[in-house]
Nanobody, 128 residues
Framework: QVQLVESGGGMVQPGGSLRLSCAAS????????MGWFRQTPGKEREYVAA????????FYGSSVKGRFTISRDNAKNTVYLEMNDLKPEDTAIYYC?????????????????????WGQGTQVTVSS
């Protein structure tokens, strides 16, 4: 059974930082695109970032570019999201995801339909 398990969420003050982790089990994703999305109540799931199988290519949503960094450790079957200069509007449930087939970032990997596996989500709250 494939599982993606996020951790590292929590509450932080504006301007602070958090690092999310997503550990995969049940199959290896070392040859697949992995990504992060986020969602707030009543809104569509929003694209945050994606990383190619090798880690050599990354792509960010416009609202997080320059503040967030996605990385991966294929030996640990884990993807990370380093979040800096957090703002109240970053408050959301953050979901890790993985593609079953795609290796490189394409326009399809900026859409939630481009992913086959999802974690249960971790809450990030940015508030003073």
């Amino acid at each position: 059974q494939v599982q993606l398990v996020e951790s590292g969420g929590g509450m932080v003050q504006p301007g602070g930082s958090l690092r999310l982790s997503c550990a995969a089990s049940g199959r290896s994703f070392s040859n697949n695109v992995m990504g992060w999305f986020r969602q707030t109540p009543g809104k569509e799931r929003e694209y945050v970032a994606a990383i190619s199988w090798s880690g050599g290519n990354t792509f960010y949503g416009s609202s997080v570019k320059g503040r967030f960094t996605i990385s991966r450790d294929n030996a640990k079957n884990t993807v990370y999201l380093e979040m800096n200069d957090l703002k109240p509007e970053d408050t959301a449930i953050y979901y890790c995801c993985a593609s079953a087939e795609l290796r490189e970032i394409t326009i399809w990997t900026m859409n939630k339909d481009g992913y086959d596996y999802w974690g249960q989500g971790t809450q990030v709250t940015v508030s003073s």
